[in-house]
């Protein structure tokens, strides 16, 4: 039998009644929900910051204990261009946003994640995001570490690569993993972050299309992005949330689609393309261990056999 075809045997036998009861014997149901909140920016980064409020506010309202925020949620993109008058949205972490979401995360009794454009000190910035508890204490902080430089996406002239590397966080309500945007790309990210304990894995992203290329390459843009981040759900058995802007930022149309997945790669809830969402979705974190005990990937890695990841090339 092909791998393909095992796999998805491997898939209808988990699915019939009776294992779908084995498997609840396994473990504690746990329901932990998420909220992602796609959101459209303008040019003041004041007014951002009090709709993400309103938003956060309306998702912990309609149940959601852990919320994730867009990619450098309170400005719009920075980086279209190279413009060093730009440095100037960047702020400490923690620092005057990040008060302003602690006080919330306690009064709400949530956890944040909350993705910034991170001034560190003078000329090191970092495209970064802090987790707060639901306590309004600082749960951990992670910088990208794969900074692109595409075409309207010139990042590389404004961050640093992270150097916290990759990490899970322990909250009130789960593990929180966090990677960013371009990190998504990368495989090793979803399994480092995975090996360190994470359940729920997010993608806080600004992603969307260049003029001239969505009417031909529109759907498999969106399709490879979304097929990538399932994927870290299936190969991790966990959950992956990724929340995306929407709307016109000058040349780019950000395409929303904000989407969770479960750790059998199913797409639980999706946002629309062209305006503003807030998800919220009841993640049973139990089927973590009903996902990894019946497809064992972490038991059958050849961790001995890896060390050419280490390699820019093979020779």
Known sequence: MTGVARQ??????????????????????KDVQVGLIQMACESD?????????????????????VICLQEVFNTRYPCQTEDHSRFSLAEPIPGPT?????????????????????????????NSAVVLDADGSVAGLY????????PLYYEKFYFAPGDLGFRAFRTKFARIGVCICWDQWYPEAARL???????????????????????????????AWQTMI???????????????????????QFWGGS???????????????????????????SLIDTARTHWPFFRDRRVDAFAGLQQRWGE
């Open 45 to 65: 980064v004041t007014a951002n910051l009090e709709r993400s409020v309103e938003k956060i506010r309306f998702a912990a309202r309609d149940g959601a204990r």
């Open 193 to 223: 972050t995975a090996l360190q304990g994470a359940e729920l894995l997010f993608y806080p992203t600004a992603i969307g299309w260049i003029p001239g290329e969505k009417e031909t390459y529109g759907a498999s843009q969106y399709s």
């Open 98 to 126: 990040t008060d302003v979401l602690s006080r919330l995360a306690r009064e709400l009794e949530v956890v944040l994640i909350v993705p910034l454009f991170e001034k560190r000190t003078h000329g090191l910035y970092h």
């Open 230 to 252: 399932r994927s870290h759900s299936i190969a991790n058995g966990l959950f992956v949330g990724a929340p995306n802007r929407v709307g016109q930022e000058g040349a780019i």
């Open 143 to 150: 910088r990208k570490m794969h900074i692109p430089d595409d």
């Open 259 to 285: 989407f969770l997945s479960d750790p059998y790669g199913n797409v639980l809830a999706q946002a629309g393309h062209e305006g503003e969402e807030t998800l919220v979705i009841s993640c049973d974190v």
């Open 8 to 29: 998805h045997s491997e898939l209808k036998r988990m699915t019939r009644p009776g294992r779908e009861s084995d498997a609840a014997k396994m473990s504690v149901r």
